[in-house]
């Protein structure tokens, strides 16, 4: 076995490969890809040396087979196929009476068939949207056993009724049975490491098993298999209630039902079985769990929302709640098609006009601080604020479409023969439009088929078309032609301004009645933010008193985008500098460095400040939870009607530094407050929860 392992280890490309896809494999098993998990179930399997052995020749020579026959390396990497070699080498020692030369035998011999299988198995399944789990195992598993059906040992847990004081160890044995080793020990260790990967897994693992054992009390004939199998139950509301579908109450639900209906299958096969000394292993599970999957696949109806990128429970969760946060919100960049304050005349659904499918279009004029859109009486065009004020452009594209030469309308008169007036259409993409109207006659600066930038003057407002006043009208379409449907597309980086604040809006659609501008630009203010490539940065990082150091490098990835590391774990800052804020993609990492505490609650930082601004945030509750309370809350969060917290920000200049400062609030509890200052860069954080202080210093 050591010269196998040795050759194995030489024959792959890299030990980088080896190493993961061995731990990988062992990870997959509770739906995880980290290698902590991996080692933990490792080692949890070596708490029986002999099963711990076969399990890890059935992983090496699985993968060592695979990688032979040309299969997916990437999927080899990931462990989708080692998972189901460690499965086999433990079951051959659980089931079997073997002697030691015999087993190695069987499971060389049934290792090659399991890779065959797998990636039948695959194939067929990937089609219609399915994974394989351990389905292959248990197909290649009920071969080897009808093979050698004299040596198979029918009972593992060797318990047939259930009390109070005997459920915690039953629990705890099938926990160890997902792995194939029914121990109290091993169950433990798989648990740890549940709770390490996923508190939501861990919790749906209880929860599952409690409501079966219920209804095993109620209904005595499932006790024996309950006992004996009841990781089948826990295995199918995990997969279904937090690694397909984001965690929620629904898919909670639908967790709690797959566990039900895996008890009520798995009765069946073991009755079915029974006589062909064949045990069900994890038949039922793959058997609920794929039925269900695919019943419902691609359903996000009633609440059920599948996952895309598989991540784990929290990650999914958490990235959900964001997304959902900004459905619709697409930040394509666009600004407002003019230069200082406009009232929006009229939004979505207007008063008059804006509604059903041209309902996303929006009216935009000047007025005075009195409210009126016009000097004097207002009956002649130039008397109105926003005639002849310039147009710019909402983004980059290609002018597609123009119309110049109709006469402006005299005030409270409409020309409805040209209802579109003088007007602009711009490609800016394959299917997305902006097209901008009443333009004043001669007032379109542009031809056709001209290029022009973001910002670029395109002409001059005017009252052609269906304007009874001069009035600027936009609107965005996903064919490139007068009259076609609006689409909702948002502007980003814009405030909305009344006598005593201006709101930032990062991404959004403005709303009839308010004042709203391009967000300044303030060169000050973006220099004092810094964040520049290569640039590097060390703090003191104090949490509650005990000091750290901490280093900031900031570097480029190979698409491009900007991250800022940090040196405490390694954790990254994903961000991009726009024309007018700099906004914080993602995070990844540990929530204990400094870099944490500054990209908290935030999305963007606009590159303006002033004692008016202020905007709104939504985050997560748990992304400001720390150790065992985190672990707790991200247990039960998708369950609770309140998941998210509101980040309130104001940003302003005093003497010669930026102070950004954040407040958090669950409900109308104020519950943690941070406040980062920027002098040449980023100089100081300090913030607050309850119980803890932090404090970033630049050294």
């Not at 579908?245 to 069946?268: D, E, K, M, R």
């Not at 980086?493 to 709101?503: F, G, P, V």
Request: glycine content about 8%; proline content about 4%; hydrophobic content about 45%.
């Amino acid at each position: 076995m050591i010269q196998f392992l040795q050759k194995s280890f030489n024959k792959f490309s890299k030990p980088e490969f080896f190493l993961e896809s061995t731990l990988h494999s062992y990870s997959q098993i509770l739906f995880s890809d980290s290698k902590i998990v991996g080692l933990i179930v490792l080692t949890a399997s070596f708490f029986n040396p002999e099963a711990g052995i076969n399990g890890l020749l059935g992983c090496l020579l699985v993968n060592h087979f695979a990688y032979h026959l040309g299969f997916d390396q990437s999927e080899l990497k990931a462990g989708l196929y080692g998972l189901n070699g460690v499965l086999l080498g433990i079951a051959v020692n659980l089931y079997s009476d073997f002697p030691l030369l015999r087993s190695l035998f069987i499971i060389v011999l049934f290792s090659l068939l399991l890779v065959l299988v797998i990636s039948a198995s695959s194939k067929y399944l990937k089609v219609r949207f399915l994974p394989s789990m351990s389905l292959p195992f248990v197909l290649v598993s009920w071969m080897m056993i009808l093979s050698e059906s004299s040596v198979f040992r029918k009972e593992v847990l060797n318990i047939d009724y259930i009390t109070l004081e005997n459920i915690p160890n039953i629990f705890f044995k099938n926990v160890g049975h997902i792995l194939f080793s029914p121990t109290e020990n091993v169950g433990i260790a798989i648990m740890i490491a549940l709770l390490y990967y996923s508190p939501i897994l861990a919790f749906i693992t209880v929860v599952s098993f409690a409501l079966c054992t219920t209804f095993a009390l109620i209904f005595p004939e499932y006790i024996t298999f309950l006992i004996n199998n009841g990781f089948n139950v826990i295995l199918s509301a995990v997969a279904l209630g937090g690694v397909f579908y984001v965690p929620n109450l629904w898919s909670l639900s639908i967790a709690l039902i797959a566990s039900l209906l895996t008890l009520l299958v798995g009765q069946v096969l073991q009755t079915f079985f029974t006589p062909y000394h064949v045990p069900v292993l994890a038949a039922p599970f793959n058997f609920t769990a794929l039925l269900m999957l695919f019943a419902l696949k691609k359903e996000s109806t009633g609440g059920l929302y599948p996952v895309t990128l598989f991540k784990s429970p929290e990650e999914n969760f958490t990235n959900f709640l964001k997304e959902k946060a900004n459905v619709s919100k697409g930040d394509y960049g666009f600004n407002f098609p003019f230069i200082g304050e406009w009232f929006v005349s009229q939004g979505s659904n207007g008063k008059h006009t804006h509604k059903g499918i041209h309902q996303w279009a929006f009216d935009f004029v000047v007025r005075d601080k009195k409210g009126s859109f016009y000097r004097g009486g207002g009956q002649k065009l130039e008397e109105h604020y926003c005639y002849k004020m310039p147009v710019i452009s909402p983004g980059e594209g290609v002018v597609v479409s123009m119309e110049s030469s109709i006469k402006d309308n005299a005030v409270s008169s409409t020309n409805l023969a040209f209802n579109w007036g003088n007007n602009i259409i711009i490609k800016h993409s394959p299917y997305l439009f902006s097209e901008i109207s009443h333009f004043t006659q001669g007032g379109v600066q542009v031809t056709f088929n001209q290029i022009v930038k973001k910002g670029q003057n395109l002409g001059a407002v005017g009252s052609s078309g269906c304007a009874p006043y001069p009035h600027l009208h936009i609107q965005f379409q996903a064919v490139g032609m007068l009259g076609n449907p609006t689409i909702p597309i948002h502007f980003s980086d814009y405030l909305i301004k009344d006598d005593r604040s201006e709101t930032f809006v990062s991404v959004g659609l403005p709303e009839e009645g308010q004042t709203v501008l391009n967000l300044p630009v303030d060169l000050m203010t973006k220099a004092a933010l810094g964040f520049e490539l290569d640039q590097k940065m060390k703090f003191d990082f104090f949490v509650n008193g005990k000091k750290k150091e901490e280093v900031w490098q900031i570097d480029m990835d190979s698409l491009g985008i900007l991250y800022i590391e940090s040196s405490l774990h390694k954790e990254k800052l994903f961000f991009f500098k726009g024309d007018r804020s700099m906004t914080l993609l993602r995070y990844e990492g540990k929530k204990k460095s400094g870099l944490y505490l500054f990209s908290l609650g935030l999305e963007k930082i606009p590159f303006y400040a002033s004692d008016h601004l202020h905007w709104q945030t939504r985050l997560p509750y748990g992304d400001i939870l720390q150790g065992v309370r985190s672990r707790f809350w991200e247990s039960v969060q998708p369950y609770l009607p309140s998941k998210s917290l509101t980040g309130k920000h104001a940003f302003k200049k005093l003497d010669q530094k930026w102070i950004l400062r954040s407040l958090l609030y669950s409900h109308q509890t104020h519950i943690a407050d941070r406040t980062i200052v920027f002098e040449d860069g980023l100089t100081e954080i300090t913030a607050r929860t309850k119980g803890n202080n932090f404090h970033l210093r630049r050294s």
